[in-house]
C-alpha cells in the first residue's frame, strides 16, 4: 500500500492525540505549528487507507509525495554514486567536494578508522564497541582528544541511530574530518559565515574528550539504502509466530532505561509516541530495557566514560534542537513531582496540563537552553536556516529515549555524573524525503550541523 508524505490539521489537542492514540499515524513530533485559524498542523507520514480515514473524521490532510516511490530515488542515485566512496572516505574532507552520494555503512567504519591512523594518532584513538549488531557488524567510535586528565570534561555525539536517516553518520564524519584536520595543521575552522579559530580548536582538543558513535544502527540503515527507506528500526530478527516484514526490529530509540515500561508511567490517554507492538513498524520499544546490542554500545560509552558531561543524539527531520525532558513538560518548582514518584504514574504525558510535570532545576534548564540557543546561531550563520530550541516533549511525550536516559543516569544514581544531553534534529520537512533529502542539500545540512557541533565544543566546558 502506498505510503505518503503528508500534513495533517485537526481542530484541537484531542484530535491530535487521536492521530497517535486512534489513527496510529507516525508524526513528526516536533513540527507541531498553531495556524491563525486554530487548531494544529503537524507533519507526519500514512498510508492511503490511514488518509481515507482521518479526512472521513474531520482532519484536512495535505498529500505530499509517495515516500516510497522518492525513497527508491535516493536509493538509485546512493548506488549509483558508490564509486570511490571509500577512498574519499578515507583520505578527504568530503563534504568539500562535489558530486558524491551518502557514505555507505563501510565507509563511515573505514572513515573513523582513517582518523584514528597516523598522523591523527597522537591525538585520537579508535574505540571498539563491545557488542556485535544482529547481523554481526563492529561498531566503533572516536575519541579526540589530546593529553589525559579523569577533570577535563567529555562530550559524546552519537548518529545512525534510526536506519532512514541517512545524514547523521555523514554530518559526525564531516566534524571529525574537519576537526582533526584543524587541529593536525594549527588551522581555523570556517564554516559559513562562522570562523572557529585555530586557538580554539587547540583548546578543544588539549582540554576536552570529545567521544564520536557516528553509526549505532549499520544493520539498518544498510537495509533502509539498500531495500526499504522508510526503515528505522533495528534488524531483531521478528519473534517466533510473526512473520510479517514489519515485525522485525526495535526502534533503539525507544529501548533505553528510562520510562521503558511506559504503560505503568502514562495517563491512558497520553499520546506516547511508543508501542509494545513488535509488528509496529516504528515505535516498538523491544522486549526488555536495553535489550538490543545497538542501545548496549551506546550505554557502554556511559559507563565506560564516567567524565561525559554532554551528550547529543543526531536524528532527523524538523530544524529543531531539543533539550530535556521528552516525557511531559517541564517544571522547576517541585522537585519530588518527579519520573522517580510512583504516586504519579498513570498520570503523566498530557501536554498542558497541571496534573503532572517533570522537575528540571532551572540551573540546568538555563545551561541547556543557553547552548542550544548557540547552536542554533551557529547553524543560522551558515545560510540563514532558524532551528527552534525547544523541550523534548511537545504535544507527543516520549519514553525510552537515550536524551532523557543520559540526563536521568545521576538522578536514579547519585554516584554517575550529570549528563546535560539534547537531540538535534536536522532538515527541514520540506525537503522532499526528508529524512533523506537530495544530497546536493544534504551537504548544506551537513555544514549547519558542523558548525553547531564545533560552537557546542567550543562553548561546553
Ligand atoms: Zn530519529
Request: with cysteine; aromatic share 10%.
Amino acid at each position: 500500500m502506498a505510503r505518503y508524505h503528508v500534513k495533517i490539521t485537526g481542530k484541537d489537542y484531542d484530535a491530535m492525540a487521536d492521530l497517535v492514540r486512534k489513527y496510529k499515524v507516525t508524526v513528526a513530533r516536533h513540527t507541531v505549528e498553531q495556524p491563525k485559524k486554530g487548531g494544529y498542523t503537524v507533519d507526519a507520514h500514512a498510508t492511503s487507507s490511514q488518509i481515507r480515514q482521518l479526512k472521513a473524521a474531520g482532519y484536512s490532510v495535505r498529500q505530499r509525495e509517495d515516500v516510497d516511490k522518492q525513497g527508491k530515488a535516493r536509493q538509485a542515485e546512493f548506488k549509483k554514486a558508490t564509486k570511490s566512496r571509500l577512498a574519499v572516505a578515507r583520505t578527504m574532507v568530503r563534504a568539500t567536494r562535489a558530486g558524491e552520494g551518502y557514505l555507505d555503512v563501510e565507509a563511515v567504519e573505514a572513515a573513523l578508522a582513517a582518523a584514528a591512523a597516523s598522523p591523527n594518532d597522537t591525538f585520537t584513538q579508535l574505540i571498539t564497541l563491545p557488542h556485535q549488531t544482529w547481523e554481526g557488524r563492529v561498531c566503533h567510535a572516536l575519541k579526540i582528544g589530546k593529553g589525559n586528565s579523569s577533570t577535563r570534561p567529555g562530550i559524546y555525539f552519537l548518529g545512525g541511530v534510526h536506519a532512514r536517516e541517512w545524514g547523521s553518520p555523514d554530518i559526525l564524519i564531516n566534524f571529525v574530518q574537519q576537526l582533526t584536520q584543524a587541529y593536525r595543521t594549527h588551522s581555523s575552522v570556517t564554516v559559513g559565515s562562522k570562523n572557529f579559530t585555530a586557538a580554539k580548536i587547540k583548546k578543544v582538543v588539549e582540554e576536552k574528550d570529545i567521544y564520536v558513535f557516528a553509526q549505532a544502527n549499520p544493520d539498518g540503515r544498510r537495509h533502509s539504502m539498500m531495500t526499504a527507506s522508510m526503515w528505522r528500526k533495528n534488524r531483531r530478527p521478528a519473534p517466533a509466530g510473526h512473520s510479517g516484514a514489519s515485525c522485525v526490529g526495535v526502534d533503539i530509540n525507544r529501548n533505553y532505561d528510562f520510562m521503558w515500561n511506559f504503560p505503568q508511567f502514562f495517563d491512558p490517554a497520553a499520546p506516547v509516541a511508543n508501542s509494545t507492538d513488535p509488528c509496529h513498524p516504528e515505535i516498538y520499544i523491544g522486549p526488555s530495557a536495553i535489550s538490543e546490542p545497538e542501545t548496549k554500545n551506546a550505554v557502554w560509552m556511559f559507563d565506560t566514560l564516567p567524565h561525559v558531561r554532554y551528550f547529543i543524539d543526531v536524528h532527523s527531520y524538523s530544524e529543531s534542537i531539543l533539550y530535556t525532558w521528552g516525557d511531559d513538560d517541564n517544571q522547576t518548582t517541585q522537585p519530588s513531582m518527579n519520573f522517580q514518584n510512583p504516586a504519579f504514574d498513570g498520570k503523566r504525558g498530557i501536554a498542558n496540563d497541571t496534573v503532572y510535570r517533570e522537575y528540571i532545576p532551572s540551573a540546568d534548564r538555563k545551561l541547556a537552553v543557553q547552548l542550544a540557543n548557540g547552536m542554533r546561531d551557529a547553524i543560522k550563520a551558515v545560510r540563514g536556516r532558524v532551528y527552534s530550541v525547544q523541550q523534548s516533549v511537545g504535544l507527543y511525550p516520549t519514553a525510552g529515549t537515550s536524551d532523557d536516559y543520559a540526563f536521568s543516569r545521576h538522578l536514579v544514581d547519585a554516584n554517575k555524573t550529570k549528563v546535560l544531553s539534547y537531540t538535534i534534529e536536522w532538515g527541514s520537512p520540506d525537503n522532499p524525503t526528508p529524512f533523506h533529502p537530495p544530497y546536493s542539500e544534504m551537504k548544506k545540512i551537513i555544514q549547519e550541523i558542523t558548525a553547531a557541533l564545533f560552537d557546542f565544543c567550543v562553548r561546553a566546558t
